[in-house]
Nanobody, 115 residues
Framework: VQLQAFGGGLVQAGGSLRLSCAAS????????VGWYRQSPGKQRELVASVMSGGSTYYADSVKGRFTISRDNSKNTVYLQMNSLKPEDTAVYYCNSPYLQSLGYWGQGTQVTVSS
């Protein structure tokens, strides 16, 4: 299974974007899926994750603004991002602990928030 992130773009501060993470196969087979981001000069960080059963985790920096969800029937995980801030600017990736253990990182999608 491979994961492909898309949906990024340029948005003004306070705006919204929805990212999608499409799996080439069944996401049920890879368990939890997370959204990560990396900005220049910073380490990649986990932003949000969703378990197979629907339980979620959010980094403190995005709580109340971002919502992660998964549609197992469409093999897709979404990240709804509201009230975007310039500090949210980064390349966003989706991945799973299982795929990471295999050394896999797919292509990310750029999110740029202008002030």
């Amino acid at each position: 299974v491979q994961l492909q992130a898309f949906g990024g773009g340029l948005v003004q501060a306070g705006g919204s974007l929805r990212l999608s993470c499409a799996a080439s196969g069944s996401i049920n087979s890879i368990g939890a899926v997370g959204w990560y981001r990396q900005s220049p000069g910073k380490q990649r960080e986990l932003v949000a994750s969703v378990m197979s059963g629907g339980s979620t985790y959010y980094a403190d920096s995005v709580k109340g603004r971002f919502t992660i969800s998964r549609d197992n029937s469409k093999n897709t995980v979404y990240l709804q991002m509201n009230s975007l801030k310039p500090e949210d600017t980064a390349v966003y990736y989706c991945n799973s602990p299982y795929l990471q253990s295999l050394g896999y990182w797919g292509q990310g999608t750029q999110v740029t928030v202008s002030s």
